[in-house]
């Protein structure tokens, strides 16, 4: 992998695949979010190809997903902090950034938050200790 700039004008299956195995390739060399995915995978070009298939949803509209990420995350709960979405956000950030202009990888941005905030919630959201009260009461 370089470190030069790679930049990609558009977004197709050819330059999602390559997002991906580079944006992965990160997240294994993460001290922190690789020991996770280690443990979590076990076949890397099939998940790669799942994941390839996954962005190619969200970007493309392609419908070549057909898994569902809120199960999969949650079978690995017990490993799972708030603190590694940050984390796997930021390296997404950075990949994304690297290989696309910036109008392209905002788009990324915008949608792997989205991705990142529902994960969030559904794995770590306890509506027994949330305060569900208004924040502000009624005629005041």
Do not use: C
């Not at 910036?102 to 788009?107: M, P, R, S």
């Amino acid at each position: 992998m370089s470190e030069d700039r790679i930049v990609s004008p558009i977004v197709d299956e050819d330059s999602l695949r390559l997002l991906v195995a580079d944006f992965y390739d990160r997240v294994r060399a993460d001290p922190v979010l690789g020991p996770v995915f280690e443990g979590a995978v076990t076949d890397w070009p099939a998940h790669l190809e799942r994941l390839t298939g996954f962005w190619s949803s969200v970007m493309l509209t392609s419908g070549r997903y057909k898994g569902n990420p809120f199960a999969v995350h949650h079978r690995h709960r017990g490993e799972i902090d708030l603190a590694m979405f940050d984390r796997w956000l930021g390296l997404w950030r950075e990949t994304t950034s690297r290989r696309f202009p910036a109008e392209t990888a905002a788009v990324f941005h915008e949608k792997a938050e989205r991705i990142a905030d529902s994960l969030k919630a559904g794995l770590f959201f306890r509506p027994e200790l949330a305060d569900l009260r208004p924040a502000h009461p009624r005629g005041q």
